[in-house]
């Protein structure tokens, strides 16, 4: 939002002809550098669990820099990701 405090990651695994997935993180554009979010995945099947921990706090500034591998895989080809800032 305008505001820099929730935005939304879309991932989709479009071809897994090779197994592939996600090997490397996605850097973030957008942010605020200087905030604290937490991530969420927000398009959970009933019953499952994300391997992305929803209880790490990561600063705009590692979003941006390092990045968030969102874990594709051909059981899991698709990936949203809410990213909420944290208010102290």
Same mark, same amino acid.
């Given at each position: 939002d305008a505001t820099r405090a929730t935005g !939304?990651?879309?991932n989709y695994l479009v071809n897994?002809?090779?197994g592939e997935?996600?090997?490397?993180? !996605?850097k973030l554009k957008g942010l605020?550098?200087?905030a604290?979010?937490?991530?969420?995945?927000i398009n959970l099947l009933p019953g499952t669990t994300s391997p992305v921990n929803h209880d790490v706090v990561y600063t705009g500034d590692f979003?941006?820099?390092v990045g968030i591998n969102p874990q594709l895989t051909t059981e899991?080809?698709?990936?949203v990701l809410q990213f909420s800032k944290v208010t102290p």
């Open positions: !939304v990651m879309f897994n002809r090779y997935g996600t090997p490397l993180p !996605v605020d550098p200087a604290r979010y937490t991530v969420r995945e979003l941006t820099k899991r080809t698709s990936v």
